[in-house]
């Protein structure tokens, strides 16, 4: 946005105060796309094996996966088609597209009377997630101070941990209620499908909120609307900076409208400019490093270790206490974003990443396989769950949050749009690819697929250190300087 910021020493501080909640309201309003997402991810793990039995899907385990997987396409799709059409109509129409998508997709899937309907049903819920994903980050960039700005879009990925949490506690709830997720619950319904319908919930709140919520300034103030863009800009700064902040919008406006020839993604590094090749390469590496593996397959690891994952009791305080580290996590990279920048945590959460994956990989190298399952001896097992946890930590408070926030401003105005659809298509595209793969991948070794994800996550650490820019403290309008100065500091160096 602008370079203005409501804790000016020239402001009261109960000024201060009222303008930073205000961003804070409108922050945390926006980021509930990213609690649908975590939502829809958990959900279907508590259904899946009642939907495997009333659809017959035992002997069609990649159909079955598929089920589990296929919401990620839609995703792939909605989020690539988001940013595009946001330039378009607004972020707020476009929110408000997403939640009705994923409302509709909730109660079909619980009405689902075959696995092709449900299929159906999950892949539309994934355009509202994809949707979701890219004008949440876009948004809140757009809207904050930049003093603040890291803080707040670091709420995208707070909203997905907490939505697998509530997700995961609703599960347990009908589940309990019904006896079973196959047994029937309130009008003869399965309580696997009122898991779905529970979706309808967050869907009809975010899209409630989102209808409340202001319009982008930099859109009314593109498509020529300069006194609400005005009135928007004087809800969250003070009234004396407002014109400032106002002209400078309108100045990258003219610019990029002059420079029109050069709003394409195309460049000559492989068909695509170097810095979208920097947010896509951003969005693989954060689902590389395999951390839906742990949230989605936790329960083979715990088993591996001795734990009686067939009970359900078990299987929940295990699904909890992995739950509660990447909520309680993501609040240090709130913490710490706008105070010590991107760059350093993305490296500090790369090395602690290469450094737990590989104590996982070196632990799965010393298995025993018993039957179907390897089982860890002597203290390798803990070593295993200190890994893990571990990884959780690393990943919560760096990749997972930092990612959206670089995502949200990384990208020059003039293509801002289109390159977060590209970045978060490839994010979905590959946690698709990863979903997917660690089954085969975890039945030929696993402690091949967890020293598969340390290569990745060193991998990431090269790629941050060489070519990801810090953009802390930087305001949106000023993100084409970006290039110049990092030669510039490549140069000194």
Request: charged share 15%.
């Amino acid at each position: 946005m602008t370079s203005v910021d409501p804790a000016s020493p020239r402001v009261s501080p109960e000024v201060s105060k009222r303008l930073r909640r205000k961003v804070i309201a409108l922050s945390i309003a926006a980021a509930l796309g990213g609690f649908l997402f975590g939502f829809d991810s958990s959900v279907i793990n508590g259904a899946v094996k009642a939907i495997d039995e009333d659809f017959a899907l035992g002997d069609l385990p990649l159909l079955s996966g598929f089920v589990v997987a296929c919401a990620l396409l839609g995703c792939a799709i909605g989020a690539y088609f988001a940013g595009r059409i946001a330039d378009r109509i607004g972020r707020i129409p476009v929110m408000l597209i997403g939640a009705t998508l994923f409302l509709v997709s909730s109660i079909g899937s619980g009405l689902a009377f075959a696995v092709w309907d449900l299929i159906a049903w999950r892949v539309i819920g994934g355009l509202g997630i994809g949707i979701a994903s890219v004008i949440a980050p876009a948004y809140i960039a757009e809207i904050a101070p930049k003093a603040v700005r890291g803080s707040l879009a670091s709420l995208q990925q707070l909203a997905i941990t907490l939505g697998i949490f509530a997700a995961l506690l609703s599960d347990t709830l009908l589940q309990g209620a019904a006896g079973g997720a196959n047994e029937p619950l309130w009008f003869g319904a399965d309580a696997w499908r009122w898991m779905f319908i529970a979706c309808a919930v967050p869907a009809i709140v975010y899209g409630l909120l989102a209808w409340r919520l202001p319009e982008s300034p930099r859109y009314l103030a593109g498509k020529g609307r300069r006194d609400d863009a005005r009135g928007v800009l004087a809800s969250v700064i003070v009234e004396h900076e407002v014109d400032a902040a106002l002209d400078e919008i309108e100045k990258s406006l003219r610019e990029d409208r002059e420079n029109a020839r050069t709003a394409s993604l195309r460049g000559k590094l492989l068909g695509l400019l170097p810095v979208v090749w920097i947010g896509i390469l951003l969005s693989m590496f954060q689902q590389l490093v395999g951390i839906n593996v742990i949230f989605y397959y936790s329960t083979s690891l715990w088993s591996s270790v001795g734990f009686d994952t067939t009970n359900s009791d078990t299987s929940f305080v295990i699904s909890v206490v992995t739950s509660i580290i990447n909520v309680a996590v993501t609040f240090v990279a709130i913490f710490f974003v706008d105070k010590v920048g991107r760059r350093p945590l993305l490296l500090i959460g790369s090395a602690g990443m290469v450094v737990s994956l590989g104590l996982m990989a070196v632990a799965f190298s010393q298995a025993v396989v018993t039957g179907d399952t390897p089982q860890l001896p002597g203290a390798w097992g803990p070593l295993a769950l200190v890994g893990a946890n571990l990884f959780v930590i690393f990943f919560g408070a760096t990749w997972g949050p930092i990612v959206w926030v670089l995502l949200g401003e990384i990208f020059p105005n003039r293509i801002r749009g289109k390159a977060l659809g590209v970045a978060a298509a490839a994010q979905w595209l590959t946690n698709f690819a990863i979903t997917e793969t660690f089954p085969w991948l975890s039945g030929f070794s696993l402690a091949f697929t967890y020293g598969l994800y340390t290569f990745f996550a060193l991998l990431s650490f090269v790629f941050v250190f060489f070519a990801v820019p810090e953009t802390k403290g930087r305001s949106l309008e000023s993100m084409d300087s970006l290039k110049v100065e990092r030669r510039r500091a490549s140069v000194s160096s």
